[in-house]
């Protein structure tokens, strides 16, 4: 089952076009089967969860680790120590904290920048005036490789202004310089592919449904 859905989005994307599997609230099992398929890439947002599931599948060697949710301060050490990348990095303080602690642990993860470009108060990340303002101190962070930016489209738009949405990270992405877009979830990557999307992020459409979908929300009035 989940064969037929990887090939269906894979032969779907154009090269350069990555597929992060989000593995949140499935089992360790379904993270295996995909990664005996070759999926390598997963992403997962609340920390407690993501580490059961990072120990149990030690033997994989090469999977690698995103963190996908708000990440509250006191998770930062944690997170860098687990995971690879970041994709929500959502204030300079949060970038500032994770270099310094990355740098600590001798670790260097790679970081995407979210931003916010349509109103919504479930959802944090950075104004794209004020990342302007701040650029070149974040990529200026010693210790974090800033890679490019995150977005995610409110639920409320439809699929053309999604698309006007995802051509909008793109650009302020390229203006910026910087390579990677993670931006498209199950329900619109189609459109994040078209505007130019490096990383997909997708949950329900390789898994099915996540077992307890309450509690991953990306909400980031919630907490871990
Ligand atoms: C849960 C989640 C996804 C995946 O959502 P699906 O609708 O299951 O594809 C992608 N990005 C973030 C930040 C998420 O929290």
């Known amino acids: 089952m989940s064969l037929n859905r990887l090939q269906l989005v894979c032969n779907y994307l154009p090269s350069g076009v990555h597929l992060l599997a989000v593995s949140k609230g499935q089992p360790a099992s379904s993270i295996r089967e995909l990664a005996e398929l070759g999926q390598q890439d997963f992403g997962e947002s609340r920390l407690q969860d993501a580490v059961k599931k990072i120990d149990s ?117 390229d203006h910026l310089g910087m390579t990677n877009c993670s931006m498209g979830m199950s329900r619109d990557w189609q459109e994040a592919v078209e505007a130019g999307a490096t990383w997909l992020r997708l949950g329900t459409k390789l898994f099915g449904k996540r077992s307890d979908d309450v509690n991953f929300n990306t909400d980031i009035t919630k907490d871990d």
């Open 57 to 173: 599948l030690d033997d994989l060697k090469d999977l690698r680790w995103h963190f996908i949710g708000h990440l509250q301060s006191n998770k930062v050490r944690g997170v860098v120590q687990y995971f690879d990348f970041i994709h929500s990095i959502d204030s300079y303080l949060l970038a500032e904290r994770i270099s310094r602690i990355a740098g600590e642990e001798e670790r260097h993860p790679e970081g995407m920048i979210q931003v916010k470009l349509r109103e919504d108060p479930t959802k944090g990340g950075f104004h794209p005036e004020h990342l302007l303002e701040v650029w070149p101190k974040l990529i200026g962070l010693p210790n974090l490789n800033i890679t490019g930016l995150m977005t995610m489209a409110p639920i409320s738009l439809d699929l053309k202004e999604r698309r006007n949405l995802f051509k909008e990270c793109r650009h302020l992405a």
